[in-house]
């Protein structure tokens, strides 16, 4: 496939926005839908649609079906061993509190730590602030330097016999940068600590592999892989989470219940409370099938990194010698020029991007800055929308000075 007919399979890509041609370049915050995907969705909307796992009528296991073959599919796109090791959320949100709470009750005592890096979105580390006010564990931080690097050679030094997880982003949605979770899963493996990793940006930029990456849980959502939004994945070891308790009870998690007490299902249904996402959660099956179809960007990826490193008054943060090893997400502030102000302006001619704290507020802190400006990149961006952002950036600099 050719990135022509990759922009073909998504419709929003020919719309406009103040009757300019819309740029989309704020795929880290959510990626657009393909046609595949809303066919989906409105085909099991209109056709499909009935409880799952429940009834025995020819509707409800069509459905159900659909469901559990999107199960498989899943455990296949990440080499997950198992496919009961799949449990579906309603995002990495979502799976990151499940986490927090089940692992929490399962394993974390007072005194306990948990070490979070500072480059956390703050759904990586708010669910550990409220699970340490819980149980009256200690949160402790690994840092990051000046460019934003995460400064995994200081982890093993942080870990001491109370430590009992470690929670660190495949790739950052801010610096782009991908994390070396294999040495760190060697690091928590050598002191008996659990790693859970925040996939959310990692599952759409990287070939994941759960087993050679050595992490004891994987999170992401569905809405940033071209998937309906209000779906999502937790990927976790089966042993460790057949130790876990539910998070929330009702619905087919149930295997018996009485007026005293309740005993579970087997996984993964433990943790699936409640009706299913039954329109969106076999979206992913589609959206797989086209990643796996999606061409390399590298060219894009590699303008805009010289041309924003390059650029005077541009500070990019994020940086690296070896770009095999970001993604294309790219995080600057402009000397003189408010970020908000620049997004506005660059709004006007049809661009869109993030800007503020990219709801990480301590490593905005940790970096010196009240905001930054972000563009990113998904394989359906072209070279020539690349240099139109960049040349719409210099205007929109210009007319702030
Ligand atoms: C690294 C990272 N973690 C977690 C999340 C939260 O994802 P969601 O809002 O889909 O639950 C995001 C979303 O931006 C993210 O980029």
Redesign the pocket.
Known sequence: MNIQQLREQFPQLSRTVYGKPLVYLDN??TSLRPQPVIDKWTEISSERTANLHRAVHHIAAEATEEYENTRLKVAGFINAPDPSEIVFTS????SLNLLAFSLGEAFVRQGDEIIVSEAE?H??LVPWQMLCARKGAVLKRLTVDDSGRLQEELLPSLITPRTRIVAV?HI??VLGLVNPIEEIAAVCRKNGVLLVV?G??GIVHQQVDVQALGCDFYAF?G??MYASPGT?VLWGRKELLEQMPPMFGGGEMIETVSWESSTYAPLPRKFEAGTQNISGTPTLSPAIDLMRQMPPQEDVKEYVYRTLTEEPGVRLFGTTFDLSLKAPVFSFAVEGAHHEDLALILDKMGIALRSGQM?AEPLMDRLGVTGLLRASFAPYNTLSEAEFFVTSLRKAISMLK
């Open positions: 880290a915050a995002g990495a949100t979502h979105h759904s990586n982003a950052s949605n925040d959310a940006q959502s809405h940033k999502g709801c």
